[in-house]
T-cell receptor
């Protein structure tokens, strides 16, 4: 039982490059989330999805896009990376008021 | 709007002593309150939640938290700390009246260090 799996675990980008972070869950959860974690700021919600084919903006959506084409997958895209997007990104799914997190992606934008 | 505050960035406690990690919140309606723990290079793990009922909530690894409505607090406690409890702890809240996505607001985290 893998739970929530994020790929890649580490990535270094140059300013202006694009990339996609993949989140996969095998628990058949409807709700999925993308957060970023920055020192001293806790977790901030980027985008979320309440089911296959749906997405919505969270607290800090600018510079990111998402897609939920299949229930088990939630993709986070950066079209033109900026140094301000250097962070640790966490995906989570939710069931019964409990969040299940992936192990994170550490992204550095130079 | 909803918010949560963890007033201490760092808490140090000796092994075997009781520990408390503080959390206060603000919501318009009734709160749903949570504690999550993060070990190094790992994602967050659920510890416990308060939805309704008994103000003292028991969770994983011997942790408990007390909901205090008058003080708008939800402090995390453990009677006897272990070195293995050293981690980053996050309090989170959402308004019970929230929409279908029920977004949580997380605190900034408290680093707990248990000294041997």
């Amino acid at each position: 039982n893998a739970g929530v799996t994020q790929t890649p675990k580490f990535r270094v980008l140059k300013t202006g490059q694009s990339m996609t972070l993949l989140c996969a869950q095998d628990m058949n959860h409807e709700y999925m989330y993308w957060y970023r974690q920055d020192p001293g700021m806790g977790l901030r919600l980027i985008h979320y999805s309440v089911g296959e084919g749906t997405t919505a903006k969270g607290e800090v959506p600018d510079g990111y896009n998402v897609s939920r084409l299949k229930k088990q997958n939630f993709l986070l895209g950066l079209e033109s990376a900026a140094p301000s997007q250097t962070s640790v990104y966490f995906c989570a799914s939710r069931k019964d008021e409990k969040l299940f997190f992936g192990s994170g992606t550490q992204l550095s934008v130079l | 709007a909803q918010s949560v505050a963890q007033p201490e960035d760092q808490v140090n406690v000796a092994e075997g002593n009781p520990l408390t990690v503080k959390c206060t919140y603000s919501v318009s309606g009734n709160p749903y309150l949570f504690w999550y723990v993060q070990y190094p290079n790992r994602g967050l793990q659920f510890l416990l939640k308060y939805i309704t009922g008994d103000n003292l909530v028991k969770g994983s690894y011997g942790f408990e938290a007390e909901f205090n409505k008058s003080q708008t607090s939800f402090h995390l406690k453990k009677p006897s700390a272990l070195v293995s409890d050293s981690a980053l702890y996050f309090c989170a809240v959402r308004d019970s009246r929230g929409g279908s996505a029920r977004q949580l607001t997380f605190g900034s985290g408290t680093q707990l260090t248990v000294l041997p």
